[in-house]
């Protein structure tokens, strides 16, 4: 099935950095979608991306679909020690009903 | 917004014995759910989809026999675990999609199979 690929893996940095995190895929998608995920917990949506090109914020975050619809980034501006948490991508494949999920970036904030 | 309520939150149970695990949508019917499986440090891994009033449909590599889903109403999906080994232990999650809000998930089910 198609696979997402999420960078980087983990990310170590101080309280008031930014942070950015991406996702592409080898397919096309219809939707891309970012979540947070707490130690034993079910991931909760951030932002959701249903066009091309469509950049949307949430707070300290913004998501960008990208123009090929098969990437999106997400960018975290001035984080601070909540942010601490694993980050996933998914996507909505244009032929599929179902999610595919990226394998996640684990942030570390350091205060 | 679109609330789903995964039940229960922890369960420990015997080896060969059977689990159940409900994925309730509280405020939306929903006709179909997905059901995931996370193992520690990894992303989640979609097992099968579930359709309101019919068959499961399974990811490869998944055992339809071993994994019975069921999704009787539109706002309920039950995952068996049936004759559970130590190496069903996991961490099970639910999602279900509702048109304004997308995807939205359950808070999870850790099992452990002693």
């Known amino acids: 099935g198609q696979q997402l690929n999420q960078s980087p893996q983990s990310m170590f940095i101080q309280e008031g950095e930014d942070v950015s995190m991406n996702c592409t895929s080898s397919s096309i998608f219809n939707t891309w979608l970012w979540y947070k995920q707490d130690p034993g917990e079910g991931p909760v949506l951030l932002i959701a991306?249903?066009?091309?090109?469509e950049l949307t914020s949430n707070g300290r975050l913004t998501a960008q679909f990208g123009i090929t619809r098969k990437d999106s980034f997400l960018n975290i501006s001035a984080s601070i020690p909540s942010d601490v948490g694993i980050y996933f991508c998914a996507g909505q494949p244009y032929n599929n009903n179902d999610m595919r999920f990226g394998a996640g970036t684990r942030l570390t904030v350091k205060p | 917004g679109a609330v789903v309520s995964q039940h229960p939150s922890r369960v420990i149970c015997k080896s060969g014995t059977s689990v159940k695990i409900e994925c309730r949508s509280l405020d939306f019917q929903a006709t179909t759910m997905f059901w995931y499986r996370q193992f520690p440090k990894q992303s989640l891994m979609l097992m099968a989809t579930s359709n309101e009033g019919s068959k499961a449909t399974y990811e490869q590599g998944v055992e339809k026999d071993k994994f019975l889903i069921n999704h009787a109403s539109l706002t309920l999906s039950t995952l068996t675990v049936t004759s559970a080994h130590p190496e069903d232990s996991s961490f099970y999650i639910c999602?279900?999609?509702?048109?304004?809000?997308?995807?939205?998930f359950g808070s999870g089910t850790r099992l452990t199979v002693v």
């Open positions: 999602s279900a999609v509702e048109g304004a809000y997308g995807y939205t």
């Open positions: 991306l249903y066009k091309a090109g």
